[in-house]
């Protein structure tokens, strides 16, 4: 049963074991928001398998599409060679695309997770550029693999610059808005500078729309075009990682698309699998540089997955998933904001969508650095609201550069009363721990 399971996991799986930590729960049965666990308990997962269940679980038109390939009698395991399915996938995925790559695009079908279409990224704008170097930001979150890593900050090495990334609450330098936007720009724009003396350039800038597992930051949009701007002017690739901010999530269908700006790469994974492992890379025409076998790897057609993905973007467009997660979004927000008036341990609300982000802040110690700005983060709080949300029968994510953000990533299929319900045990949750 649901103890015994969750002992002998916890003795026999790796130490760096990360969710189960925090959800001692034992999922057996789930259906849209609903979790079920062993031991009979039924949660609302706001967590959904961190951003990548657009339609929550087991929605009837992924399940139906899996089983339409189980019965054809179609093979499983094809390598990356063409089939119906893959086919099926490739012209729905083309059709979502932004105007401006939609028809000069490449795919390249990738390793199952975000982080080795990351890495193909990376690769392919060092073999299109014949350069190495790599522009990422702070609070930047790409994957575990090592060249995700670097440009997550989780390493440092001299091929990765990172630069700041804009952002209001936490402005590094002290001013948010479109003017601290604007200086963070400044600060990339002179970084290159330094390349007219001689220092070559990087191969590639990677960003993320809005920064997820960095808090739920949105990139402004200004901010973005220019970092369009500056890459375009000196011949750089620019990669949007939209893993987590794509289908629907941030309230159109691509993150980019609020912005008008049109990446030359695009990594994608979590949602476009319609919760099975599948990640591509999608760039234009231009810099397909790569020889045969460049970029190779054994799971690089998963037909259920490309299946159950079809399916989902195509529910999430025919449905207009995304401007529903526009709508229902800035209702969620404008809610949850009032908590900050309410309780001094919510710093900041902030989101894009159905991406959204609580940061609990120390309400008794001082700002750090002036007496109007942030309080220091809280990354206990942020504990403790979980498990008290846990306790209730919901479940959230965590995040943040400082482990301070309480996230909700709830499915683009929420219902309004299940909307209603989620935001009253949060906010239950959050009273209990601000008592
Ligand atoms: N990029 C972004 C923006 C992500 O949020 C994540 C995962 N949270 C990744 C890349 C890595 O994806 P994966 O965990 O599938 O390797």
Known sequence: GHEGILRRQAARE?????????????????RGLTVEGADGRRYLDCLSGAGTLALGHNHPVVLEAIRKVLDSGAPLHVLDLATPVKDAFTTELFRTLPPGLADRARVQFCGPAGTDAVEAAFKLVRAATGRTGMLAFTGAYHGMTAGALE???????????????????RCPFGIGGERGAELAARWTESVLDDAKSGVPLPAGMILEPVQGEGGVVPAPDGWLRRMREITAARSIPLIADEVQT?????????AVEHSGVVPDVMVMSKAIGGSLPLAVVVYRDDLDVWQPGAHAGTFRGNQLAMAAGTATLAHVRENGLAERAETLGARILARLRVLTEHFACVGDVRGRGLMIGIEMVSPDAPPPIDATGPRPPAPSLANAVQRECLRRGLIVELGGRHAGVVRLLPPLTITDEQTDAVLDRLTDAIAAVAS
């Open 246 to 254: 794509g289908v629907g999530r941030t309230g159109r269908f691509w």
């Open 14 to 30: 790796s130490a760096a074991r990360t969710y189960a930590r925090a959800l001692p729960i034992v999922p057996v049965r789930a």
């Open 151 to 169: 440009a997550s900050g989780g390493a440092y090495d001299v091929r990765v610059a990172r630069l700041p990334y804009p952002q209001d609450y």
